[in-house]
Each structure stands twice: as structure tokens, then as C-alpha cells.
T-cell receptor, first 111, second 116 residues
Framework: NAGVTQTPKFQVLKTGQSMTLQCAQDMNHNSMYWYRQDPGMGLRLIYYSASEGTTDKGEVPNGYNVSRLNKREFSLRLESAAPSQTSVYFC??????????FGDGTRLSIL | DAKTTQPNSMESNEEEPVHLPCNHSTISGTDYIHWYRQLPSQGPEYVIHGLTSNVNNRMASLAIAEDRKSSTLILHRATLRDAAVYYCILRGGIVDSGGSNYKLTFGKGTLLTVNP
């Protein structure tokens, strides 16, 4: 079972470059989430999408945009990458009242 | 959202029980207590959750204090694969208008080391 798939797994960018992180889930979940995790820290919510066609800001949305392309896919875009956005990014999904399922993350370094 | 307090780290021996504590003195009556864990280089995975009564599943048990101000995740026989960061989370916030999904606020968790 694929579950939540994130691409790419690793990426190195230069400051100012743009990039889109992709996330897809095959569990027919209605809600999807993007988190970031900095070294030694817990995850922080960037954006979430409660259902197809809706998106909302989380705790740390500055510098990011999201698109809920369809029920399966939720992408995270960095328009102008900054070193402070070096982090591990996790996508998750869930369905009514059930636990969130996470992908294995995208490790992003910005030089 | 109500906060949780966990020890930074704990150590256990393989095949022994592990009791991971969590304090949540400001918990509200409708907050569920969730536990997730994060294995090295992986995303978090759900372990267990409960509201008032103790809960058991194939992975662990959750013991909730009568006043709900603390809880304990119990791994009955630790294995090397249980070495991970364990997060105690109070479910807070409503993601959709139906109230059926929710945000998770992660703290730093407890790093569990399992010795062979």
C-alpha cells in the first residue's frame, strides 16, 4: 500500500530559486496537511486543506503557497527559497475522525 | 491549544516494559490524548489515542489518570524497532466545518532509546 507519497525525497536549492513539493495519497482522505520539522524540534503545521477546493494557513505559512489540485494531491510551493526554509517537509492526510497518515518526508537544503 | 510536557529522553532494555509519561494539566474536557511516534528518517505514525478510559491496541496501551491531567504510554515489551521519538498530543482545533478533522500540535517529544 502506497499511503502518502512525497516527491522528491531530497533537494538542494540556491537562495531565490523556486520549487514545488508534491504530495499524493491513495486512501481517499478528504483532509491533507503540510508540516515542516527543523532539527531537534517537533513538526509545525504550514498549511492544510480540509477538503478538495479549500486551503487554510497553519502555524508557519509565510514564504509558502499551496494548491489542492484534486482530492489526491496537495502541493507546497516555495516561490523564492531562503536558507531559513531548510527543513524536512512532511505531508499528511486524514479522513473523518481518524489519525493522520504521514509520508516519509522531503529533505530540503537551501544554500 | 492545551500543552503537554514530556521528558526529553528515556532509556529501556529490550524485552522490558516501557512507561512513557505525559503531563497535560490544562487539558479540556473534550481533548483527546493522542500518541504518535517517529522512527529515524521517517514520518510520524499513529500509536494510540483515548479520552477518559484506558485503551489497548496491538502496539501499546494508554493509561489515563482519573483527573486526566496526565497519561502514560505503555510498551509492554520493548524491541529495538521501538526506538523512536514519542509525541503526546492533545487534539485541538477544527480543520473543517464538520468538525471531523483536526490539527496536531507537536512538541519535542521523548526520545526513547532501547538497549539490546
Amino acid at each position: 500500500n502506497a499511503g502518502v507519497t512525497q516527491t522528491p525525497k531530497f533537494q538542494v536549492l540556491k537562495t531565490g530559486q523556486s520549487m514545488t513539493l508534491q504530495c499524493a495519497q491513495d486512501m481517499n482522505h478528504n483532509s491533507m496537511y503540510w508540516y515542516r520539522q527543523d532539527p531537534g524540534m517537533g513538526l509545525r503545521l504550514i498549511y492544510y486543506s480540509a477538503s478538495e477546493g479549500t486551503t487554510d494557513k497553519g502555524e508557519v505559512p509565510n514564504g509558502y503557497n499551496v494548491s489542492r489540485l484534486n482530492k489526491r494531491e496537495f502541493s507546497l510551493r516555495l516561490e523564492s527559497a531562503a536558507p531559513s526554509q531548510t527543513s524536512v517537509y512532511f505531508c499528511a492526510s486524514s479522513v473523518r475522525g481518524q489519525p493522520q497518515h504521514f509520508g516519509d518526508g522531503t529533505r530540503l537544503s537551501i544554500l | 491549544d492545551a500543552k503537554t510536557t514530556q521528558p526529553n529522553s528515556m532509556e529501556s532494555n529490550e524485552e522490558e516494559p516501557v512507561h512513557l509519561p505525559c503531563n497535560h494539566s490544562t487539558i479540556s474536557g473534550t481533548d483527546y490524548i493522542h500518541w504518535y511516534r517517529q522512527l529515524p528518517s521517517q514520518g510520524p505514525e499513529y500509536v494510540i489515542h483515548g479520552l477518559t478510559s484506558n485503551v489497548n491496541n496491538r502496539m501499546a496501551s494508554l493509561a489515563i489518570a482519573e483527573d486526566r491531567k496526565s497519561s502514560t504510554l505503555i510498551l509492554h515489551r520493548a524491541t529495538l524497532r521501538d526506538a523512536a521519538v514519542y509525541y503526546c498530543i492533545l487534539r485541538g482545533g477544527i480543520v473543517d466545518s464538520g468538525g471531523s478533522n483536526y490539527k496536531l500540535t507537536f512538541g519535542k517529544g521523548t526520545l526513547l532509546t532501547v538497549n539490546p
